[in-house]
């Protein structure tokens, strides 16, 4: 339950030492700095302008660059090879490059939709072999439309009757049952021809200019026009490829503009006078001693000095558990963070999470795979237990579900009949697993883990509410935690007693519960006057035990989700052998091996999520509703990042 004890500090350097002062803190990282006078706004819209450049060169750039590239901006750099990116990297090149390759690109992809349009337009009318120049110094017209194929000679049949100096011909077909007409015809006959082919269904096209060009030609032109912008946008993915071997170095650029970032931040925060600069923040108190040591050397013209918090001003938190408990922060985080006057629930909450996630899954078959899943993941990335809290968890998870699942007996959802003999033994119950001892398939078992389930949840609040009254024992309100608190334990511990006491002492055990009954009424009053204490503690032991009820029974999720674990995982065994006995031999059995692996895999998933997600319910409500509010705010260190 470790809280770093923080501090706040004032540091007063003079003026000329104000830039070896900021990057020594930013190397350092030990401090939060917060204003430390009246805030001044700077424009940063040319820096913003910047950073939105660059990102836009990295965002392109990873989606054009190989594996190896992708591979290298993985790998960790140096300050060194940093300082060296921000140096030497033309970013003002590869980013021009870029935009200019984008506006080809655009371009060139507005040029093939208008060429795309434009063949769609003048496909029908390839067919066409011969344009009429249709002007005033012409007694002929050459119109087009398009006509319903199904009635072509109701049209030819009018224009027989009414236009007989007009030539109807079919230059082409669509796919919705179209035809395409070129009509040629005097000019005269255009108005009644218009009127007659129009009451039919003729539509009336004009084509686009052509300048003479045939439809059929202007396709061809337009197709190799097609051909050679697409080269072209080949051509600038390969460009863009090329350009992608300087992404390493422009996210190291990135993360050089991020630490100027964070110093303009430090400046702009700094108080400042005609010759000094003041920064105010917050650090771990242990830290202080070896800092003022650091400033010293610096400069003997800087000063490390403790400062009161303001009035409410709550302290950054910042939390520091052994190795063994530091993977459930990630629990606690999901929650939040400590407020600096409370305790960190993280050790308190890891052995009953864990726990919880084990019994969810009682599944030996799954936590094993869940183990190797997670334990490869961390060989292979080499992820220490603070880059990867939650890895590591899930990992001990599996470990956990591994070893609490066996005495349950559940393998993938077999049953000890489908394997080898030399797997099970034979008990008075049947046939088992080596290492099982309750069997949740026969009503025993499931009154065991149900009764199990129970005793933890009771265990699990008692315990949540002792660590509330531990912390206002330690913080001098003994009075109120022994009446508010406490008094449930000698309650507990008296129903406890008189349950297994002997009979020669059981009317003994019983006078003592109605005297720790007595005495958690007059506790649950604590606050009140103390005429209206007995009824305000009567009013709080009823409201107490109604909370015990509801907060117990929530707690037989555990016993659900362990029964559905072994049902899900039951039922695909038998779909996939069910499955694989509708073919022959040779296609059966990998159709079951491949239902089986699928099936399984995706029930380790649902029921890994499902265990997590419930296990944190049961800290998140039945536990932390005990002692543990939240709210606090992280404690983020004007550090040096690589």
Known sequence: ?????????????????????IS????????????????????????????????????????????????????????????QAAKHTDVNHIVAELHALEKQDTDAARQLQELADFKELITPWKGLTSLSQNSESTTSVQVFGMFPLAIEHKL?????????????????ETKNG???????????DLAVFNEIATSLGWTNVTLPSLD???????????????????????????????????????????????????????????????????????????????????????????????????KGEEAPVLLMNRKIFAP????????????????DPTAALSPFFILYFALCLTDAGYG???????????????????????????????????LVSIPFGGWFGLTPEQVPAMLTKNTAEGLMFKGQIWNLNQQSGIDFLQNLSLTLGITHIFFGMFLAGLHKWIHGKKAEAFWVDFTAHILLGSILFYAFAPAEIKEIALYALYGSIAVMVWGKGYGAKWYLRPISGLLGVVNFGIGMISNGLSY???????????????????????????????????????????????????????????????????????????????????????
């Open 328 to 343: 459930f922060e990630s629990v606690t985080g999901l929650y939040g963070l400590p407020l600096s006057s409370e305790m």
């Open 24 to 83: 020594m803190l930013h190397d350092e990282g030990v401090i939060e700095v917060r204003a430390a006078g009246e805030f001044i706004e700077v424009d940063h819209s040319e820096v913003m302008y910047k950073e939105a450049e660059l990102l836009f060169a990295i965002n392109t750039l990873k989606d054009c660059a190989d594996k190896q590239t992708l591979s290298a901006c993985g790998k960790k750099t140096s300050l060194e090879n940093i300082v």
């Open 178 to 188: 179209l035809g395409a007409y070129s009509v040629i015809m005097w000019k005269a």
């Open 368 to 402: 094993a795979v869940i183990a190797l899943i997670f334990g490869t993941v961390l060989l292979v990335t080499k992820k220490s237990i603070e880059e990867a809290k939650l890895f590591w968890l899930l990992f001990f998870g599996g470990i956990m579900t591994f």
């Open 556 to 642: 037989l999720r555990i016993l659900a989700l362990g029964l559905v674990t072994g049902a899900i995982a039951a039922a695909i065994n038998q779909v996939a052998v069910e499955l694989g006995n509708l073919f022959p031999v040779w296609i059966g059995i990998p159709v079951i091996i491949v239902i089986f692996l699928a099936g399984h895999m995706v029930s380790i998933a649902l029921n890994t999520l499902g265990s997590f997600i419930h296990s944190g319910r049961l800290q998140f409500i039945e536990f932390f509703s005990q002692f543990f509010e939240g709210g606090g705010r992280g404690f983020s260190p004007f550090k040096r990042t690589l």
């Open 1 to 21: 339950m470790a809280i770093v004890k923080m501090q706040k500090v004032g540091i007063i350097a003079h003026n000329s030492l104000r830039e070896e002062l």
């Open 156 to 172: 030819s049949d009018s224009m027989t009757q009414s236009t007989k100096r007009s030539v109807l011909t079919k230059v082409g």
């Open 212 to 310: 003479g060009t045939l439809p059929a030609v202007a396709f061809e032109e337009a197709t190799m026009k097609e051909k050679s912008l697409r080269e072209a946008l080949s051509v600038n993915v390969k460009k863009r490829q090329k350009l992608a071997v300087e992404l390493p170095n422009l996210l190291k650029v990135k993360l050089f503009m991020q630490w100027l970032d964070q110093k303009q931040e430090v400046r702009e925060a700094m108080g400042a006078t005609d010759s000094t600069v003041t920064i105010l923040g917050w650090m771990p108190a242990k830290a202080m001693e070896e800092l003022d040591v650091k400033l010293e050397k610096l400069s003997p013209a800087i000063a490390l000095m403790k400062v009161k918090p303001d």
